[in-house]
């Protein structure tokens, strides 16, 4: 019995010790799994959306969250603009879902890449041509950088390609948009 004893004591000693093992500095967590922004982030943006030549105002809200340093994920409505004249116009809108890539710049900044996908509804009204709305998924990606202003503000710039974007008709087009906007994270 009296040699039970000690040797209960020294194996709960050993195994109530684990957890400051876990915390050892020599041992830090990984970059992969350590967030180093915000959880969640919105804004709003606004630019030019471009079908062929034609250029239009287009403004777009976002919401994203980042899983670690370089890895997340953005959800964004978009209005890419109103293209035509002449009696002619189409109308393009989206919502879309990518992942992001990027590297981390300072204070809430960084630059990324995003690749994804989008719901696109385009809305055409040609005089003596097909006329109606045509919805598809289309591909989406882009690329961007951000400039942190405060740990929770920053300016951002993106560039996006809204590929294979159907029309009333039958027909296919590649609608870009380049805008810049604000950026919150809440912290």
Do not use: C
Not at 46 to 62: H, I, N, P, Q, W
Not at 110 to 121: C, I, P, Q, R
Not at 122 to 150: C, D, F, H, M, Y
């Amino acid at each position: 019995m009296r040699t039970v004893v000690p040797f209960l004591a020294l194996a709960a000693g050993a195994v109530l010790s684990i957890p400051a093992f876990a915390q050892n500095p020599s041992n830090p967590a990984s970059p992969m799994t350590t967030p180093t922004r915000a959880p969640w982030y919105g804004g709003i943006s606004v630019g030019e959306g471009k079908l062929d030549s034609d250029k239009e105002t287009a403004y777009r809200a976002f919401a994203g969250t980042h899983f670690n340093r370089w890895l997340g994920v953005e959800l964004g409505l978009a209005n890419l603009g109103k293209f035509g004249g002449g009696g002619a116009e189409a109308e393009v809108r989206a919502a879309d879902i990518g992942a992001t890539a990027g590297i981390p710049l300072g204070t809430n900044g960084s630059v990324f890449a995003k690749l994804g996908a989008a719901y696109t509804e385009t809305k055409v009204s040609v005089l003596a041509l097909p006329n109606g709305k045509e919805r598809n998924w289309s591909p989406r990606w882009g690329v961007g950088g951000q400039i942190g202003l405060s740990p929770n503000w920053a300016l951002r710039v993106d560039w996006d390609r809204y590929q294979d974007v159907a029309f009333a008709g039958g027909g296919e087009e590649d609608v870009d948009s380049l805008m810049l906007g604000v950026q919150y994270s809440f912290r």
